[in-house]
């Protein structure tokens, strides 16, 4: 049976959504381990009520980035548990360019916007303020680029005019809770091929 | 009753799109004249069958600008006829920022994209590259800079694995025909405010 590791930062809604559908058989894997940078993220009282193992790693003192020896010791963790995916659920480093060539497995991410707009910090912030009428989610493979790798699903939401940061976040976390696990199974299950930059879903 | 300058370069779709709402009276006012920087524009052709009057005007040798004096001479165009609204559909040239001081009165622009993804030429075929599953078409007043200000409506189209650049443009331009004759039936009809850069729509 394949492995997942779940990399969490935060109150971890979308990890919940992963271990809920793995739970509910909507792909057939282990959610082996759930690895967090911050030893009192929600998520991990969570992962540990739902009967998933966790881990903290201590990330270095700089913000935003893993340092070398900590990089080193989760590449450590994960290729000893053999896992085969791993799903960045509100992440908050970048994940290291030599993590992703040593791993080579598929690393997943999701993001509040229908990238390409609005990548970085506080998506749903920027399309506020920029004021589209229409924004969204992304599951992209990670790459070395922030927010950049090939795009597996998106799903669109509106914006409405009485809109706050909260509602708005809110219905897009709905979308996310969607897309991320369905776009895990089609990832386990193989059922995608890259051309360029582009995933070719032949879910058939 | 109010009037419409519409600016053309190419087939004119849009442009008809708009001519076909106001005959069928979506909003009252009159499309008053089709400018065209390009005297073989296909939707020049389209306009006078229609009943609309055309006028072309030399834009100068420069590929995607105007000349000092073509702009003047479209502004003394559209003063002389008190136009309340341009539409630019299709329209290959960037309006001078003088232009869009003088004329004052609001300037719409379509494009084929959800801005602020893919802005510029050809956004469909960067949509296609960039491997995005959402795409679609964004109206918006014309500011000094290229496809950027405030939007007034948004539609989204799926992206599907099969698609061509053509099918993928039709898809589009589908959605273009419905949201730029209400865009402009919103302005016309005075229904929306501008906060910061963002368009608040009002139609009760």
Do not use: W
């Not at 340092?67 to 791993?86: E, G, H, Q, Y």
Request: contains cysteine; hydrophobic residues 40%; charged residues 25%.
């Amino acid at each position: 049976m394949k492995k997942i590791a779940i990399f969490v930062s935060g109150r971890g809604s979308n990890m919940v959504s992963i271990i809920k559908a793995q739970k509910n058989g909507l792909f057939s894997a282990k959610i082996d381990v759930v690895i967090s940078d911050n030893k009192d993220a929600e998520a991990l009282k969570k992962a540990t009520r739902m009967g998933i193992e966790t881990k903290y790693i201590y990330p270095g003192d700089k913000k935003g980035t893993i340092s070398k020896s900590a990089s080193n010791l989760i590449l450590d963790t994960v290729l000893k548990r053999d896992i085969s995916l791993i799903a960045l659920a509100g992440f908050m480093r970048i994940i290291k360019r030599s993590f992703i060539k040593t791993f080579k497995r598929p690393i997943l991410n999701i993001h509040p916007s229908l990238l390409p707009s609005f990548p970085g910090l506080d998506a749903q912030r920027q399309a506020l303020d920029y004021g589209v009428k229409i924004t969204g989610c992304t599951v992209h493979f990670v790459d070395e680029y922030m927010d950049h790798g090939p795009i597996i699903l998106q799903a669109s939401v509106p914006v409405f005019n009485n809109d706050t940061l909260e509602s708005l976040k809110q219905r897009i976390l709905k979308m996310e809770h969607k897309i991320y696990p369905e776009a895990i199974r089609l990832v386990l299950e193989n059922k995608y091929r890259i051309e360029g930059r582009k995933v070719v879903v032949e879910d058939t």
